[in-house]
């Protein structure tokens, strides 16, 4: 099984909902990891405003921010193997990662729907 870390900027919250705009990469995200964690996986979610520590003692993390800068962020680490920089996963790279199908990380629609008359 896989180990996957995503190292984020500093931000208020992981969901992208807070703040003046929703930003939907962060909500795709933070989806895909709540349904990822929810089967088991090993997954892991830094927040630089939040979890310096893990920046910190993360010697690959801590030289590409020393290098490049917070633009760097977020960096996802793969088996202790950095694997993106700058740039979220897609889910399809999650899923494969996680060794799940692609379709457990898309919220699904009910399956029913209601139909409401109103006079």
């Not at 870390?5 to 989806?31: K, N, Q, Y």
């Not at 979890?51 to 680490?77: A, R």
Request: some cysteine.
């Amino acid at each position: 099984m896989s180990k996957i870390e995503i190292f984020d900027p500093a931000m208020c919250c992981p969901t992208g909902v807070c703040g003046p705009s929703v930003d939907p990469e962060l909500t795709r995200v933070a989806t895909a990891i709540f349904s990822i964690e929810k089967l088991g996986k090993d997954i892991k979610r830094y927040n630089l405003a939040n979890e310096p520590d893990p920046f910190i003692q993360n010697t690959e993390v801590n030289k590409l921010l020393n290098e490049k800068g917070p633009d760097c962020l977020p960096i996802v680490i793969v088996n202790s193997v950095v694997t993106k920089v700058g740039e979220y996963p897609t889910n399809e790279e999650l899923a494969a990662w996680a060794g799940v199908d692609v379709k457990e990380l898309t919220p699904q629609k009910p399956k029913t729907s209601l139909n409401i008359k109103l006079n």
